[in-house]
């Protein structure tokens, strides 16, 4: 399969992904039955989220493989959700070409599992640099609207201190390289996450994403805290 142009490739990201637009993207779903951890299992995904993370040392081992730039923040966006992270990816060195809202959620009777909702921005380059910036404000007048269907869910595995989850079944929609849904695959460690986005044509057949694992982002904060 030839490589996806970066212009109409992640994922969130995309991670946590943001399904139909992302470059050849690991994960691996998996529960767990361990006994949840005092701290919310929401608050503590939306806590490893935050950061500097970047894929420089796949990218050096593997040609297949781009050096992709991920940032996650805090963004108070009350009308969205009381936990909000504005999501940046850029090619090192290239401008943004993915950026999103993400809203974590917890999941009712189910403490162990969270859910990130995916929004995207209807005037992106209002956001670019966002991070940098010492308002946590979302800007006046920008606007983002829910890719429904592709919200991640994770669990958390207490016996691998990660979340582990994605996509599911075939409700993220993609037009992406005659894609008609997208699938992602999250693993989320105390230094690392993985991330695979894949688009399926209808008759089930890979058309974008990476074909032998997912993109895998060294995080540059220092490993998150358990």
């Known amino acids: 399969m030839q490589r996806t142009p970066i212009a109409l490739a992640l994922s969130l990201t995309g991670l946590l992904a943001g399904c139909g637009s992302a470059p050849p993207g690991q994960g691996n779903a998996s529960s767990n039955e361990a006994t949840p951890a005092t701290e919310p299992t929401e608050q503590r995904l939306f806590r490893w989220l935050v950061g500097r993370y970047d894929s420089k040392n796949q990218a050096a081992a593997d040609r297949a493989y781009y050096e992709i730039a991920l940032t996650m923040c805090e963004v108070e966006a009350p009308e969205y959700g009381a936990r909000t992270l504005y999501v940046e990816q850029a090619r090192v060195g290239s401008a943004p070409y993915r950026q999103r809202l993400y809203v974590v959620e917890g999941v009712a009777e189910k403490p162990l599992e969270a859910i990130s909702r995916v ?12 991070c940098k910036g010492t308002s946590k404000a979302l800007p006046a007048g920008v606007v983002a609207e829910e890719k429904q269907g592709c919200h991640v869910r994770l669990t958390w595995n207490e016996a691998a201190l990660s979340f582990e989850g994605g996509t599911e079944g075939t ?3 993609s037009s992406l390289n005659g894609a008609t849904y997208a699938t992602s695959e999250v693993t989320l460690g105390e230094s690392t996450l993985v991330s695979w986005d894949r688009g399926y044509d209808a008759g089930g057949s890979q058309v974008w994403g990476a074909t032998k694992g997912g993109y895998v982002f060294d995080r540059l904060d220092g490993p998150a805290v358990p």
């Open 119 to 130: 929004f995207e921005f209807t005037n992106p380059r209002a956001m670019v640099g966002f």
């Open 171 to 173: 409700g993220c929609p």
